[in-house]
Nanobody, 124 residues
Framework: QVQLVESGGGLVQAGGSLRLSCAAS????????MGWFRQAPGKEREFVAA????????YYADSVKGRFTISRDNAKNAVYLQMNSLKPEDTAVYYC?????????????????WGQGTQVTVSS
C-alpha cells in the first residue's frame, strides 16, 4: 500500500512559477514510476509528466515540455513538479500517481495509487 499526499498548489499569475511536491509512504518507493496528471473542470484527466522507477527517465506532455520539470528524491520518498512560465490553461487539479515498476506512463489506468490532488490556478 502506498499513500500519496500532494502539496504546493495555489494561485499564481501567468508567467509565474510553482513547485508541487508529492510525499509517498511505504518502503518500496524506488520501485514505482511516478507521474503527475491534471484535470480541469469538465475535462478528462490528462498526463503531465512521469519519472521512471529504474533509471529516472523523464517524460512530458507536449503542452508542458520545456516549462515543467519532474524530479524525484528517493531518500525522501518524494517527487516534485517544478512549473515555470505558467499559463491560464495550466489551471487544474494536479494529481500525483504511482505505478509499480510501470512503463505505461501516460495512461492513468496504469497507475496503482493516487493522491487527493492539489489545486493550481493561473490568472491572466
Amino acid at each position: 500500500q502506498v499513500q500519496l499526499v500532494e502539496s504546493g498548489g495555489g494561485l499564481v499569475q501567468a508567467g509565474g512559477s510553482l513547485r508541487l511536491s508529492c510525499a509517498a509512504s511505504g518502503r518500496t518507493f524506488t520501485s514505482y514510476t511516478m507521474g503527475w496528471f491534471r484535470q480541469a473542470p469538465g475535462k478528462e484527466r490528462e498526463f503531465v509528466a512521469a519519472i521512471s522507477w529504474s533509471h529516472s527517465n523523464t517524460y512530458y506532455a507536449d503542452s508542458v515540455k520545456g516549462r515543467f520539470t519532474i524530479s524525484r528524491d528517493n531518500a525522501k520518498n518524494a517527487v516534485y513538479l517544478q512549473m515555470n512560465s505558467l499559463k491560464p490553461e495550466d489551471t487544474a487539479v494536479y494529481y500525483c500517481a504511482a505505478d509499480y515498476r510501470g512503463t505505461g506512463y501516460p495512461t492513468p489506468g496504469e497507475y496503482d495509487y493516487w493522491g487527493q490532488g492539489t489545486q493550481v490556478t493561473v490568472s491572466s
